[in-house]
């Protein structure tokens, strides 16, 4: 099985001819950019100049070509008498004349025929489905290319992109009144590994029960929990690969077939989710990114023969499936939850078995996990204060002396944030992760026994503190956003910084450039291990 | 189609308004500037109990680009001239489609706000912000949107003419407002403005509102279009409010969670 992107099907095809096409579907999608843009412009020019013609035949003679497109009261009282007619009879006793003769005809200052598009938009939906028992249909999506190539020098890892990819993604909706049927799907060339990726993110089928009960089936993004890139209570499979070369945000959380149901009980809710085959994160395998691998004591990227990292995933049997649960409610602006989790660790941070020789070498490995654990957000001061708390329990070895099982840990989240200035936002996290019995891991290996850890040089501290601060900027009538997320581990010493502009060029088009900046005095620790991986990055996505 | 008329509902949520009886009002002109604008004020944003609405903005800019948002909007009183919810799930622009805010009005604190992201399915909760900024980039403030609370200026009424009271409103306080002050233009009939022009500490208006059409919707004076200009850099928004309906008895418990995620559409459609 492979690892990264791991549950999406591929097709191989020859490295280099696939590289051509990738930088072939990059030119492409710019170019397909580039003129749906112009046509826009064309489109939105061309209205305006229909909408004229209307207006003038209306109105008699014609105006003079630069004159003030004004209106004519009459023609507009009559488009007013259209619109409130047919409501006005039916639902209102006065007349129509008598509101519509109330509305001082104000001087206009041009762009009038612009509300022109609202009736073209009226039509537009008076063709389309509506009204009570009828589904409705949409279909959206984009078209996307992502460059993101490495800016150090890496040793590990010879290819110099992080990403290299043109991304088209399919969205389609089918809503009733009470069943709705959704379908996300994303095929994308990538150039840094050579192959075409198919990925469904969502094919689902969700149905309301009365107030009380609602269900979603199938292939799910599922998140919940109170922090910001920092998850305690969210166990469901995140992509670490996508979070670190520039994808949008929402890559970071990756799907899932699961069940999924709720109970709303007055003002509880009760979330229950079911994912029968035991689904991993999208982890860093070396082959895209590069990671310390504490068996080698080295950063493995492409360059190792030991890459992709492969590990033993639980038997798809019934009870190897995992369940998530959530209650929730408010009292208040005070927001409660509590979380339960049974299933495994979501990244293979265990081994398969005690180290050993080569025929017998363990590998890596998903140990079983179950988390407990509650939040609190509520308004503070003009901002907003959350904390979180979890109990990781890693009931396999809750002795912490098993060197092939990860020790549990508490993991604790405190942040605060709030607007600074108008349209100036500041958020601030502090985490803990405190791994329990730790003496077990650090002591000593008695003779003829296995140690608490393989490799308790590289362990993170008993306490593991990280600091996250995240400023928002819009600008521009929010056109222009400028951001930056910095994750900062005081006792680790390293860091992660993600700078990012953003600027929806026109409507459907926006660019996107950024950097992953990772740097760490150690190869180990959690972000240090990835700075050879740092880029900068270049998106440009154009929304249908 | 079943298309009732156009309401203006600035944008979001306001849409949607009281219930003071419309064209009740013909006894004699009134004399209480507060009593006109608190009036005002119940008629645009409470009308009825509960409402719906289609928006559609179009946003022009100083060089004449332009960019569309539209959204349906469901809102609930919980008292009038009190507290409100609201929801709104957005449809354009593409990029944004599925993405829904879940607000919960309060007229004595801090609003209460969430926002769902349908990539990422989460539910965001948001800090109160500035509420003279712009709405979803459009020209229109957060406050034009949910109201302004009427306490929050001294009001002289200047003139009344045969049709409209023309209101001078001054804040209490200068903290988080641009303006040095704003007149209403009002109707004497609908209590609907058909004016709004803010006046800078110089003394010029650079901002004016508008009411582009009206009408009565189950009673209820409505306002359908509306313009708001930035008068210094010469860019726009257009509101257009169609598909209102008033008094759908619309449940308190779809303002939750859950009807971000899953939008209600039995009351949406």
């Known amino acids: 099985m492979k690892p990264t992107i791991c549950k999406t099907k591929q097709c191989r095809a020859g490295v280099p001819s696939l590289r051509c096409l990738a930088v072939a579907a990059l030119t492409l999608a710019v170019l397909a950019l580039a003129s749906g843009a112009f046509a826009q412009g064309e489109q939105d020019a061309a209205r305006v100049d229909t909408e004229e013609g209307a207006g003038e035949s209306d109105a008699g003679p014609s105006t003079e070509p630069g004159a003030e497109p004004a209106l004519p009261d009459d023609a507009e009282e009559a488009l007013q008498a259209e619109a409130e007619g047919p409501v006005n009879a039916a639902q209102s006793a006065e007349s129509p004349e008598e509101l519509a003769g109330d509305v001082e005809p104000f001087e206009q200052d041009g762009g009038d025929d612009d509300w022109g598009e609202f009736d073209e938009w009226e039509e537009a939906d008076a063709g389309g489905s509506s009204g009570g028992g009828a589904w409705d249909f949409q279909l959206g999506g984009f078209v996307e290319g992502l460059v993101a190539p490495r800016v150090v020098k890496s040793a590990a890892s010879a290819n110099e992109f992080a990403a290299a990819e043109a991304r088209f993604r399919l969205n389609l909706d089918a809503t009733h009144e009470i069943a709705s049927a959704r379908f996300r799907g994303d095929v994308y060339a990538d150039g840094a590994l050579g192959r075409i990726w198919f990925d469904i993110r969502d094919a689902s089928i969700f149905v309301r029960g009365g107030g009380w009960f609602s269900m979603r089936f199938g292939r799910q993004v599922l998140t919940w929990g109170t922090g910001d890139f920092l998850f305690l209570n969210d166990l469901f499979p995140k992509d670490f690969n996508s979070f670190f070369i520039g994808r949008a945000d929402e890559y970071l959380k990756a799907p899932s077939n699961s069940i999924q149901t709720t109970f709303m009980m007055k003002k509880v809710g009760l979330d229950l989710i079911w994912t029968p085959i035991f689904e991993s994160d999208r982890f860093i395998d070396g082959e895209r990114l590069s990671f310390f691998n504490p068996l080698t004591g080295e950063i493995q990227g492409d360059r190792s023969p030991l890459s992709p990292l492969d590990p033993t995933f639980p038997e798809k049997r019934l009870r190897n499936g995992t369940v998530h649960g959530r209650l929730y409610g408010s009292a208040g602006p005070v927001e409660l939850a ?23 070498a363990p590998t890596a490995a998903f140990a079983r996990l179950a988390v407990y654990g509650a939040s609190v957000r509520a308004p503070l001061g003009g901002g907003l204060i959350n904390v979180e708390g979890a109990f990781y329990d890693s009931f396999d070895d809750r002795a912490g002396t098993d060197p092939t099982i990860p020790n549990s ?34 002591a000593p290996a008695a003779s003829g026994e296995e140690p608490g850890s ?35 581990s005081p006792d680790d010493l390293d860091t992660y910084i ?17 950097a992953n900046l990772m740097f760490g005095r150690d190869d180990y620790t959690f972000f240090g291990q990835l700075k050879e991986n740092t880029n900068v990055y270049v998106r440009l996505r154009y929304s249908f | 189609m079943k298309t009732l008329s156009k309401t203006w509902l600035a944008a979001v949520a306001a849409a949607i308004l009281l219930s003071t009886p419309t064209l009740s009002a013909e006894a004699g002109d009134l004399k209480d500037a507060s009593e006109i604008v608190n009036r005002t004020n119940n008629t645009q944003y409470y009308a009825a109990n509960d409402g719906r609405a289609l928006v559609r903005m179009k946003i022009v800019d100083s060089k004449g680009r332009s960019q569309r948002r539209q959204f349906a909007v469901l809102r609930r009183d919980l008292k009038d001239g009190g507290d409100q919810n609201y929801l709104v799930v957005f449809d354009q622009p593409a990029d944004v489609r599925n993405t829904a805010f879940l607000v919960k009005k309060h007229t004595n604190k801090d609003d209460d706000r969430w926002l769902y992201l349908p990539g990422l399915d989460l539910v965001k909760r948001i800090a109160a912000s500035d509420e003279r900024t712009s709405f979803v980039g459009t ?12 306490a929050e200026d001294t009001h002289e009424l200047l003139e009344t003419t045969d049709t409209e009271y023309v209101v001078k409103s001054t804040p209490k306080s200068s903290k988080g407002v641009e303006f040095a002050h704003y007149t209403l233009r009002i109707n004497k009939k609908t209590f609907l403005p058909s004016k709004i022009e803010y006046v800078n500490a110089q003394g010029k ?32 928004t257009l509101s257009d409010v169609s598909n209102v309906q008033y008094d759908l008895g619309i449940p308190d418990d779809i303002f939750v969670e859950g009807s971000l995620r899953n939008p209600p559409q039995k009351w949406l459609r």
Do not use: C
Not at chain 1, 458 to 486: A, C, G, W
């Open chain 1, 454 to 488: 393989y490799w308790p040089e590289y362990l993170p501290n008993r306490f593991r503190h990280l600091i996250t601060l995240r400023l928002t900027q819009f600008l521009v009538m929010d056109k222009l956003e400028l951001s930056l997320f910095t994750f900062f």
């Open chain 1, 498 to 514: 993600r700078p990012r502009v953003t600027y929806k060029i026109i409507d459907p088009l926006a660019i996107v450039v950024g």
């Open chain 2, 139 to 150: 020209h229109f403030f957060y406050e034009d949107i949910s109201g302004r609370h009427p």
């Open chain 1, 338 to 360: 509590a979380y339960g989790y049974a299933g495994f660790w979501p990244q293979p941070t265990a081994l398969s078995g005690p180290l050993a020789p080569p025929p017998d």
């Open chain 1, 409 to 442: 840990q508490f993991r604790g989240l405190a942040g605060y944030e709030r607007e600074l200035f108008p349209k100036f936002q500041m958020g601030l996290q502090y985490y803990l992760e405190y791994t329990l019995k730790y003496d077990e891991l650090t």
């Open chain 2, 205 to 236: 208006v650079y901002r004016r509102i508008e009411t582009v059409s009206s009408s009565s919707v189950q009673g209820h004076a409505t306002i359908t279009r509306l313009k708001v200009s930035d008068l210094e850099s010469g860019g726009y």
